[in-house]
């Protein structure tokens, strides 16, 4: 399976404290984007990090890539309750069709009032 | 950003029969998209790269005759669950997008079958 790897599996933070999820893939990319999902809803677009760019910054979120490690970190910061949801990053290889993505394995965040 | 809408959202269905699902993209044209399907508490797996024109690829594993896919024009693909059996009873998402930016998602459809 070409499915990339993201740790933890779930994660269970306070309010106000950073949550760091992580990533790893397979196999050469052209880009690496992170989505959120609540339960048994659609999926919402977080960032999009491009295989040339090492660090991303939108709001409270911050993406790393490291290309020669073939993995990528998600930190939120400052935590709140609305952020619990599974987060996902999903990988658009070399070669393949545009956007053409495969999905991690997810990670559940959970955030404590 | 672009949207991409999905009909219907929820759907049952008895087994042995077909259902339709659509996937729009409402503000711009897409030769290309594509559809997931997610078992609960799983992650997305993809299915198929749904072709304007052509026939859509399917990914190892998939049945292309039990999920038929057609891409008839630049803002429509739709896939068809034939012959639906309680085990495909999972939530669909399709995606579109345009070069360059990130993928746009429908809302997804979650299927039971009963």
């Known amino acids: 399976s070409q499915q990339g790897e993201e740790d933890p599996q779930a994660l269970s933070i306070q309010e106000g404290e950073n949550a760091t999820m992580n990533c790893s893939y397979k196999?050469?990319?052209?880009?690496l984007q992170w989505y959120r999902q609540n339960s048994g809803r659609g999926l919402v677009h977080l960032i999009l990090?491009?295989?040339?760019?090492r660090e991303k910054h939108s709001g409270r979120l911050r993406v790393t890539l490291d290309t020669s490690k073939k993995s990528s970190s998600l930190l939120i910061t400052a935590s709140r309750a609305a952020d619990t949801a599974s987060y996902f990053c999903?990988?658009?290889?070399?070669?393949?069709?545009?956007?053409?993505?495969?999905f991690g394995t997810g990670t559940l965040l959970a955030v404590q009032p | 950003g672009a949207v991409v809408s999905q009909h219907p959202s929820r759907v049952i269905c008895k087994s042995g029969t077909s259902v339709k699902i659509e996937c729009r993209s409402l503000?711009?044209?897409?030769?290309?998209m594509f559809w997931y399907r997610q078992f609960p508490k799983k992650s997305l797996m993809l299915m198929a790269t749904?072709?304007?024109?052509?026939?859509?690829?399917?990914e190892q594993g998939v049945e292309k005759d039990k999920f038929l896919i057609n891409h008839a024009s630049l803002t429509l693909s739709t896939l068809t669950v034939t012959s639906a059996h309680p085990e495909d009873s999972s939530f669909y998402i399709c995606?579109?997008?345009?070069?360059?930016?990130?993928?746009?998602f429908g809302q997804g459809t979650r299927l039971t079958v009963v």
């Open positions: 995606s579109a997008s345009i070069v360059n930016t990130e993928a746009f």
């Open positions: 196999t050469s990319i052209n880009n």
């Open positions: 990090i491009r295989s040339n760019e």
């Open positions: 999903a990988t658009d290889a070399i070669g393949g069709a545009t956007n053409k993505l495969i």
């Open positions: 503000d711009f044209q897409a030769t290309t």
């Open positions: 749904s072709n304007e024109g052509s026939k859509a690829t399917y």
